[in-house]
């Protein structure tokens, strides 16, 4: 009762002072009870935060499963529904992982190997840092002391310790740099065999909507996603190893508790800046996006120069590249200023709030006597601040470093999802999936149940249709079901109007389209060569149009040279071009400008008789051509024993055929033995009689005249 009186008596000033002695000496009797409680406190939060965010995950999850299965009711639909959000959910990390096995194989792998080299670098830099840190406060103190002896033998080890940590720094860069090559180029492989295998590269163009710019992803976005994962390695792995081996020599010094409620502010204010970041992830995403439909455009104008230098067109395509350009540079511009705002509010937290927080906590061993440690003289104290400053400082910067990767790792969830979303398509096109915008007037209900349906291909050696609906990737059903039969030595004509079916027909022998019921009985793809109008002419040698596709290492393990070749092209009368160049076979040129539309069809041919398949499809490959020339193509075609299929539109070629097929562009067809003669004579026959015909009225209006005199 006494002492309480006594301590009522005491000024408020005093009271207070003896109320906090009172609790710092509790605090100090009971410091390791009280931070082992703090720390178990610490462990079971964050492990409720791990289990939080793995449900939210899943949740998440969920819900865009089901968001997929009800506006996904068939294979093919419109695009016209919202697009997926880019965010740092169970499916980024999904894809992550996915791209992730990609890129380092397996233990053994190159990429492993510098990861773990790049890891150790990363340990040496922190370790270098901290003896630096402690240096800092060494010379400092031998100033403050005026030991001139000390402060000399320092700044000979500062310059000393100054060799390992710029070879270290360096090597940090070399090995990402060789990790975002290497990532690069297991990917490219990936996606090139994946891309350039089963016809995927036509597929993911002609019968699926969903990747409009595969090039640009392929070149560009795979480049970014390889550099931005290099990157985020060393932006994440050495600041978390910075922050717990500066935080661990700092607890020693102020203390774990003062140490552990200033990191509870700093998550605080970490939190806020995290609620307060933009969607940089999304942003990224639809800025690759504009940037590939900008460069689609420029590629568009660049393969249809010609058509539109003919219609003056220039004008209309100038503003469509400037739309293009604008609404891309629209959105840079709103990313700019969101990072600006976004880059005011996280150098006024890290750099200014965090700062403050720092010092705040350098200084408790200077105010406040820590447990178990020895009293100080001023040049202790000295050394001790500035090493803890210098701690606490690369602490904060590695914190920093921390959050500010948090837009990086965003972005890289664009880079992921746009190279998943390639690979998903890709691997639904291997699948016999396609997601295409129909364009037909028919009922939608009848066109999915055809598009639905998948038709049997069986190889053989005769080509045979059986049912086969002929339907193009939009929708329209050009014949229901299409039944007739070749056999080696059957030459087929196929003739009829635009938009009926004759390419349709070729698209689906070649494998190009999909078929979508009855059953299809062809040769091998080997066994089939298709001459088009216009032909495609490689890069490479004048050689290399010859033996296209094959190589010239192939060509060699044939056992043919370059004097079968000479023969080849003798036949076809090309063999000027061998000396018109001083390199002869080994020339290379843009033969597409080089050679005329005549020369360009003749190659085709010769390519046609180098390759000696069983068929070949010839649509309307003489056209420039004369009558001699043709008749020496298709003679020598069927001596080399090769089985034709024509579309063309010329009566000359009706004489080397001996089958008809007609479609009359109605959904209908006739598929019938040719005579060629008796086609003929009736040809001249319906002429003259359409001739006849043309001048009824003429005659008409004379007999008019006649009878009106």
């Known amino acids: 009762m006494a002492a309480q009186s006594k301590l009522r008596l005491l000024p408020p000033d005093r009271t207070l002072k003896s109320l906090v002695s009172s609790l710092t000496n509790h605090y100090l009797a009971h410091r390791t009870a009280i931070s082992r409680t703090v720390y178990l406190t610490l462990f079971f939060a964050l492990l409720n935060r791990i289990r939080s965010a793995i449900s939210e995950q899943k949740a998440s999850a969920l819900r865009q499963a089901a968001a997929r299965q009800r506006g996904s009711t068939s294979l093919l639909h419109s695009h016209g529904g919202k697009k997926p959000k880019v965010e740092l959910n169970r499916e980024f990390f999904k894809n992550l992982f996915r791209l992730l096995k990609i890129c380092i194989p397996g233990w053994r792998s190159k990429e492993l190997r510098l990861l773990i080299s790049h890891s150790v670098f990363l340990v040496i830099r922190t370790l270098i840092s901290l003896k630096v840190a402690a240096m800092d406060g060494q010379l400092v103190s031998s100033l403050v002391r005026g030991r001139g002896r000390d402060f000399l033998i320092g700044i000979v080890w ?157 004008e209309a395509e100038k503003d469509t590249l400037d739309k293009g350009y604008f609404t891309l540079i629209k959105h840079v511009n709103y990313i700019l200023r969101r990072r600006f705002t976004h880059g005011i509010m996280e150098d006024f937290i890290i750099k200014y709030v965090w700062g403050a927080l720092g010092l705040i906590l350098c200084s408790v061993p200077v105010f406040f006597k820590i447990p178990g440690s020895v009293t100080q003289t001023m040049g202790d104290r000295t050394e001790s601040f500035v090493t803890n400053r210098r701690l606490l400082l690369s602490s904060s910067d590695a914190f920093g470093r921390v959050m500010f990767s948090y837009k990086e790792v965003t972005e890289l969830a664009g880079y992921t999802s746009r190279v998943a979303t390639l690979l998903e398509v890709m691997d639904d096109i291997k699948a016999g999936r396609f997601e295409k915008t129909l364009v037909s007037d028919e009922s939608s209900d009848e066109q999915l149940e055809l598009m639905k349906g998948r038709g049997t291909v069986i190889e053989s050696e005769d080509i045979e249709f059986i049912d086969v609906p002929i339907i193009t990737p939009g929708g329209s059903v050009l014949v229901k079901a299409l039944s007739f039969s070749m056999q080696r030595g059957d030459h087929v004509l196929v003739v009829g109007p635009n938009g009926c079916g004759k390419s349709s027909l070729f698209r689906i022998l070649g494998g190009l389209w999909p078929v979508y019921g009855g059953t299809v ?181 004379r007999v008019a005249e006649l009878t009106a005199a």
């Open 521 to 701: 009985r062809k040769p091998s793809l080997t066994q089939v060569f298709y001459v088009p109008q216009r032909p495609y002419l490689s890069s490479g040698s004048l050689r290399q149009q010859i033996i296209y596709p094959d190589s010239l290492r192939i060509m060699r393990s044939k056992g043919i040279t370059d004097t079968d070749l000479l023969d080849i092209l003798k036949i076809l009368d090309l063999d000027h071009l061998v000396s018109s160049f001083p390199e002869g076979w080994d020339a290379e040129a843009e033969w597409r400008d080089v050679l005329s539309g005549g020369l360009q069809q003749r190659v085709a041919m010769a390519r046609l008789f180098y390759n000696r398949p069983k068929y070949a499809i010839l649509d309307e490959c003489t056209s420039s051509v004369t009558l001699e020339m043709e008749k020496v193509m298709y003679d020598h075609a069927k001596a080399l024993g090769i089985t034709l299929m024509t579309v063309s539109h010329r009566r000359s070629l009706w004489k080397y055929h001996s089958k008809i097929l007609q479609f009359d562009g109605q959904g209908h067809y006739i598929f019938t033995a040719l005579d060629a003669d008796k086609r003929l004579k009736l040809e001249d026959e319906r002429e003259e009689l359409e001739l006849l015909l043309r001048g009824v009225p003429e005659v008409e209006r």
């Open 158 to 314: 500062w310059m000393v310790i100054a060799v390992p940590a710029t070879f270290t720094n360096s090597m940090l860069s070399y090995h990402q740099c060789q990790l975002s090559l290497q990532y690069r180029t297991r990917l490219t492989n990936y996606i090139h065999e994946k891309y350039l295998s089963n016809m995927t590269f036509y597929s993911l163009s002609a019968l699926d909507d969903r990747i409009k710019n595969a090039d640009q992803l392929i070149t560009v976005d795979v480049s970014k996603f390889a550099n931005s994962l290099a990157e985020l390695y060393g932006n994440l792995a050495k600041p978390t190893l910075d922050m717990l081996i500066y935080n661990y020599s700092l607890s020693k010094s102020v203390g774990g508790e003062g140490l552990f409620f200033m990191s509870l502010l700093v998550q605080l204010s970490a939190n806020v800046m995290r609620a307060l970041t933009p969607p940089f992830g999304k942003y990224v995403a639809d800025e690759a996006r504009l940037e590939g439909e900008f460069r689609f455009e420029h590629s568009r104008l660049i393969d249809y120069s010609e058509e539109i230098a003919l219609y003056n067109g220039h």
